[in-house]
Each structure stands twice: as structure tokens, then as C-alpha cells.
T-cell receptor
């Protein structure tokens, strides 16, 4: 079946540090890949996505590249801010329809200290 | 611009009680989903409705039932609540099932079963 593995936190960084959150996946076919972010007390929001190999998703300074050869979709940001503190979820929708929705990783709690 | 609205936001139940979690979306989406979020587990799919008039089991359906009342509304029912159902429940919707569609999430219902 499908699965997503991401580094578990909490990850604590200082403001302006470089961020990498690793994500690898197992899926049949050619899934689409997503990063969602959850701020305290809120639901999940789409951060970025990529739908085919070598695609790069980007938003709000965050980037992730769909690497089929390594089955990875690592999230990066060059200079984090305190406002980036949140829980980040890597997710996929399987190929061929994906009517059964997203498969999520366990989430990575990111804490940015001033 | 309401998006996905869930009610209630918080609920405490006694073991064996029943309740219905309500979800409504105003984006004219075809597909709707119920997830539960538990610490260290990420989000897991309980049930989904790919389109009005259809519902299907997800990864963890035991102890739950759903009703797709119309295109806007998708409710989740706990017939006899158990402490293992203590969780945060999220409803989500997407314009259609499939790979390239973003899921929009409600703010969640925090349920405690004592």
C-alpha cells in the first residue's frame, strides 16, 4: 500500500537558519505529492504540491522537488522565520484516480526560536 | 468566505454515548473526507465520499458511520463512543477526486471520550 515517512520532531531552529524536512514515500503508480502546514489550533492548509517527476513546488519561500529515483519530496527553506513555527505534513495521492484521498506522514513539529 | 465548516469545535462524551459531527462546504466541491488526527500518527482517513450519493470506507472506519446528506454536507456519526475515539477530527473537501486537486480542511473537532 501507500505510505509516507517523514522525519519526526520536534525540529528546533534559530531564526534565519536553513530548513530541511525529509520526506520519502512508497506508492504504486505515479502519485502526486503535497506538503501541508498546520498552525496551532487550525486545520491543514496546502503549502505546495508537485504532480510529476522533477516538478518543483514552491510557496512562501518553501520548495520541494519530486524525485522519483529516490522516492523523495524533501521540504526546504533558505531562511526560516518565527512565523514558520507549525506542524508540517508530507502527503500523497496515489495515481489512477486517487478517489480515496490523501495518505499523510506523521507530521514534523517545527519550532523557530528568535 | 467560509470554506469548510465543522461543528462542534469541542465535545466531551461519556463512553457509550452517541453523537454526530457535522461538516459543510460552500465551494461546490464533489468530494468530501473525514480524517482523525492522533499524536504521532498523522492523519488517517475514516470515510470518504467521492461524489454525492456515494460513500466508502477509509483506513480506520470501525466504530463510525457517515452520511452524505447532499452535495454540501457530510456527517460523521459515532454510535457508541469509546475512549479510543478520543481524537481531533477533520473534515476536508476537494473539487473532485484525483491527483491534481487540492483538499481544503475545516478547523477540526476536538473530541474527548471519558
Amino acid at each position: 500500500g501507500n505510505s509516507v515517512t517523514q522525519m519526526e520532531g520536534p525540529v528546533t531552529l534559530s531564526e534565519e537558519a536553513f530548513l530541511t524536512i525529509n520526506c520519502t514515500y512508497t506508492a504504486t503508480g505515479y502519485p502526486s505529492l503535497f506538503w501541508y502546514v498546520q498552525y496551532p489550533g487550525e486545520g491543514l492548509q496546502l503549502l505546495l504540491k508537485a504532480t510529476k517527476a522533477d516538478d518543483k513546488g514552491s510557496n512562501k519561500g518553501f520548495e520541494a522537488t519530486y524525485r522519483k529515483e529516490t522516492t523523495s519530496f524533501h521540504l526546504e527553506k533558505g531562511s526560516v522565520q518565527v512565523s514558520d513555527s507549525a506542524v508540517y505534513f508530507c502527503a500523497l495521492i496515489r495515481g489512477r484516480g486517487g478517489a480515496d484521498g490523501l495518505t499523510f506522514g506523521k507530521g514534523t513539529h517545527l519550532i523557530i526560536q528568535p | 468566505n467560509a470554506g469548510v465548516t465543522q461543528t462542534p469545535k469541542f465535545q466531551v462524551l461519556k463512553t457509550g454515548q452517541s453523537m454526530t459531527l457535522q461538516c459543510a462546504q460552500d465551494m461546490n466541491h464533489n468530494s468530501m473526507y473525514w480524517y482523525r488526527q492522533d499524536p504521532g500518527m498523522g492523519l488517517r482517513l475514516i470515510y470518504y465520499s467521492a461524489s454525492e450519493g456515494t460513500t466508502d470506507k477509509g483506513e480506520v472506519p470501525n466504530g463510525y458511520n457517515v452520511s452524505r446528506l447532499n452535495k454540501r454536507e457530510f456527517s460523521l456519526r459515532l454510535e457508541s463512543a469509546a475512549p479510543s475515539q478520543t481524537s481531533v477530527y477533520f473534515c476536508a473537501s476537494s473539487v473532485r477526486p484525483g491527483q491534481n486537486t487540492e483538499a481544503f480542511f475545516g478547523q477540526g473537532t476536538r473530541l474527548t471520550v471519558v
